[in-house]
């Protein structure tokens, strides 16, 4: 039982490269989230999703944008890296709003 | 906009000793309050959490209590072991997609 699989796991990308993160879930859950996690401020909302084909904002959405074509997978695309996005990038699904949630084992993420 | 504040932000605790962390609520809606451990270089995982329709809930040696009317709930492990020293996050949830998380506790225990 997987869980909740990201990858890459870590990536070093030059300012104004793009990439993809892939998170996968294997739990059927309707919600998918993407946070990101910086020294002394908790997680932070980037993206969510509340089902196959749905997007919305989080709390800082900006520099960032998402997929949800197949219930399963939760992309996070960065179009032009900055060095403000380095961070460790954490993937997260639950089976609904207000609940347990999983987390994947973190994207270590560094923008020179 | 809604927030949740956590303290302390670091805590050193003796093996064996207890240890509680503190979390306050601004949205008043919340209904749902997980606490998650994060271990140095690993996944945020929960260790238990409670609902707005109960003060208190234990699970072997950690307990949370919930205070609604104060919008305080805490977390408290009794009898720390070496393996208890993690990162510690509150949050809060109003029941939708979001949940906001405080900013952590760094509890190191102290052999």
């Known amino acids: 039982n997987a869980g909740v699989t990201q990858t890459p796991k870590f990536r070093v990308l030059k300012t104004g490269q793009s990439m993809t993160l892939l998170c996968a879930q294997d739990m059927n859950h309707e919600y998918m989230y993407w946070y990101r996690q910086d020294p002394g401020m908790g997680l932070r909302l980037i993206h969510y999703s509340v089902g196959e084909g749905t997007t919305a904002k989080g709390e800082v959405p900006d520099g960032y944008n998402v997929s949800r074509l197949k219930k399963q997978n939760f992309l996070l695309g960065l179009e032009s890296a900055a060095p403000s996005q380095t961070s460790v990038y954490f993937c997260a699904s639950s089976p609904s709003g207000g609940d347990i949630q999983y987390f994947g084992a973190g994207t270590r993420l560094s923008v020179l | ?111």
């Open chain 2, 1 to 111: 906009g809604e927030n949740v504040e956590q303290h302390p932000s670091t805590l050193s605790v003796q093996e064996g000793d207890s240890a509680v962390i503190k979390c306050t609520y601004s949205d008043s809606a919340s209904n749902y309050f997980p606490w998650y451990k994060q271990e140095l270089g690993k996944r945020p995982q929960l260790i238990i959490d409670i609902r707005s329709n109960v003060g208190e809930k234990k699970d072997q040696r950690i307990a949370v209590t919930l205070n609604k009317t104060a919008k305080h709930f805490s977390l408290h492990i009794t009898e720390t072991q070496p393996e208890d020293s993690a990162v510690y996050f509150c949050a809060a949830s109003t029941g939708g997609f979001k949940t906001i998380f405080g900013a952590g506790t760094r509890l190191f225990v102290k052999a």
